[in-house]
């Protein structure tokens, strides 16, 4: 479709709904179509999502940039210019800047999706096809995330579901007290409204050619609504601390991965491939993750003929990861445990990483029906090296951690990836109150046979007792442990990556929370998510738990004093919603 190839030169569709919220004025003048249009044909609803998509590109750079500068991983580096706003972000300074304080943009994208949902039809049929279905769900669900977005970066924030198409609609609203919603009621608002489309598939426009002989599939656009709910449920759970939002979250996350055959697949990790340690040959396939396991993404331009650019490669030349990071990733283990593989040439060659299962005499069942599973078994004696592979292309001698997860040639955001929600999927299962089974998706893999091999407490036997499934990924041989991703043969590590007995279940909690923690760090550093992970383990732990590890991000052993003092209030979290 031709349409959908200029996708990103069409910054100027957008519906009547279109508002510009400035101090002085409003502009509705620009418009796709009447106030009073109904949205009958099925190419009105193609624009209309476009349009949506053009005010999300607004916003989700600076998404990422508010996300990783405002946390733990990444600092100005200190060789190269930088913005003073990203600057004084870094510090909690002058947080009302234009340069990344705009919260009329994410308004922008509420105001189109209200229009669009009170003018479309979701149940409207021909030929027996609700026309505009998927894309109500998609719309639905934009809507939700750009809700989200603003309770995190703002608080408490006005609220609003109708099309706001005066000035004076939106000044009532945006100046009343009582039209405002704080996370919470957020996050219950959406999981009941997004219920109706979990299962409903992506509008499908075909492929987007984003730079000369590359393209990305139009449905990859659009936020999967299961994972957004899984979200939903976890910040809410993080708030109250009920236990069935976090069993809940779990359940939407497993519950996409498995309908997806979404695994922690060991084709992306970086491996020794060697016998002789000195010199070693490094295999990394770290560096396409994004292409391997992106989920959803927001697209952008590789070359300026194809549409809007992206920047985020850009951006990042001026920052570099942190002290913080760099310690984390320096004290690392990496387990190595040699056994030969048969490559395709008939030679044999020596990996750090098992490619197959083997199945055991251990069964959960009854005698007269047993179910036999299979596990991890790798032969051989570990060997141990400091560091994480994830991060071997990054680091330069002299210099530190240079950020390379962008590139011209993937100038995509990703929204959702693999790795990522695993991690999710761990947390939740982890307050739902399951810590050896979260602990086993970094360690082992989440497979019935590893939940049963490595069950050292009889917590597998509670969890089928239980009622939930969100533990059960079936005798899955394509899962392994996060860990091993840049850690080699996790699995086999019983010197610097274990579970030790604690003393309670919620000393248990805590200490996976801590090492999941570590983890999402090490997996998903620079991609946006760490100042909100901080701040809803923060909303479970203390506000102590964002505060020292953000003012220990320069130097690990010495913390800064005046931002752990100003990051023990929650109010500093927040982004001042001013206009600019």
């Given amino acids: 479709m031709k349409m959908l190839k200029n996708i990103l030169k069409l910054t100027a569709i957008w519906m009547a709904a279109t508002v510009s919220f400035t101090a002085c004025e409003v502009d509705t003048t620009t418009v796709m179509f009447e106030e009073d249009h109904d949205f009958s044909q099925p190419g009105d609803t193609v624009f209309s999502m476009l349009g949506i998509l053009d005010k999300v590109q607004d916003v989700v750079e600076k998404g990422v940039l508010l996300g990783e500068l405002r946390g733990d991983l990444v600092k100005p580096d200190p060789f190269v210019g930088t913005s003073s706003a990203w600057v004084d972000l870094t510090r909690f300074e002058n947080l009302e800047n234009a340069t990344f304080n705009r919260y009329r943009d994410y308004y922008a994208i509420v105001n189109n999706c209200n229009f669009y949902l009170e003018r479309a039809d979701a149940e409207m049929e021909r030929r027996g096809q609700k026309v505009f279905l998927k894309e109500y769900a998609a719309v639905s669900a934009y809507r939700a995330w750009a809700y989200l977005q603003l309770a995190l ?56 050619t984003y730079d000369q002989s590359s393209s990305v599939n139009s449905s990859d656009f659009f936020l999967p609504i299961r994972l957004l709910r899984g979200d939903l449920y976890l910040w809410r759970g993080s708030l109250d601390g009920n236990k069935s939002d976090f069993a809940k979250a779990a359940q939407e996350y497993r519950d996409y991965l498995l309908s997806e055959k979404r695994f922690v697949s060991p084709d ?14 490094i295999v990394d396939r770290w560096s396409s993750v994004y292409y391997n396991e992106s989920i959803s993404l927001v697209p952008f331009a590789g070359n300026s003929q194809y549409g809007k650019l992206g920047s985020l490669r850009q951006s990042f030349r001026s920052f570099m990861g942190s002290d913080a990071l760099q310690k984390l990733v320096d004290e690392s283990y ?8 048969e490559s ?20 959960y069942g009854t005698k007269e029906n047993p179910q036999y599973y299979s596990y991890i078994t790798v032969p051989g004696t570990p060997q141990y090296f400091m560091g994480d592979l994830r991060f071997n292309r990054d680091y330069q001698e002299g210099y530190g951690l240079s950020i390379n997860k962008y590139s ?48 050292a407490n009889g917590e597998y036997r509670r969890l089928m007792q239980s009622g939930y499934t969100f533990y059960d990924m079936y005798d899955n041989k394509d899962n392994i442990g996060l860990h091993a991703r840049g850690c080699g043969n996790a699995e086999m590590d019983t010197l610097h990556y274990s579970l ?23 997996e998903t550093a620079y991609e946006g998510n760490r100042f909100y992970d901080l701040m809803r383990f923060a909303f479970r732990r203390g506000e102590d738990f964002l505060a020292s590890r953000v003012a220990r991000r320069n130097n690990p052993d010495m913390p800064d004093q005046t931002l752990y003092n100003k990051l023990k209030d929650r109010k500093n979290w927040y982004l001042p919603m001013v206009e600019n």
């Fill in 153 to 208: 970066l703002y608080g408490e924030v006005p609220f609003y579901t109708q099309p706001l198409l005066s000035y004076s609609e939106i000044e009532q609203v945006m100046n009343d007290p009582s039209k405002r919603k704080g996370l919470g009621e957020i996050c219950s608002y959406f999981i009941d409204d997004l219920l109706p489309y979990v299962d409903v598939p992506f509008p499908n426009y075909g492929n987007f």
């Fill in 268 to 281: 992306v990790k970086v491996a020794y491939r060697t016998v002789d340690m000195d010199g070693a040959q």
């Fill in 334 to 341: 990496y387990c190595y445990v040699m056994y030969t593989e």
């Fill in 344 to 363: 395709e040439s008939g030679e044999s060659e020596y990996m750090s990483r098992f490619t197959g299962l083997a199945k055991d005499t251990l069964y």
């Fill in 408 to 455: 011209s040639s993937w100038p995509h955001v990703t929204t959702y990836r693999t790795g990522a929600v695993y991690l999710r999927l761990a947390e939740a299962i982890n307050r739902a109150g399951y810590p050896l089974t979260a602990f086993h998706a970094l360690k082992y893999g989440l497979s019935r046979g590893n939940l049963i091999q490595y069950d």
């Fill in 500 to 522: 030790p007995a604690m003393a309670s279940l919620p000393d248990s909690i805590q200490k996976v929370e801590d090492m999941i923690c570590d983890e999402m760090a090490l």
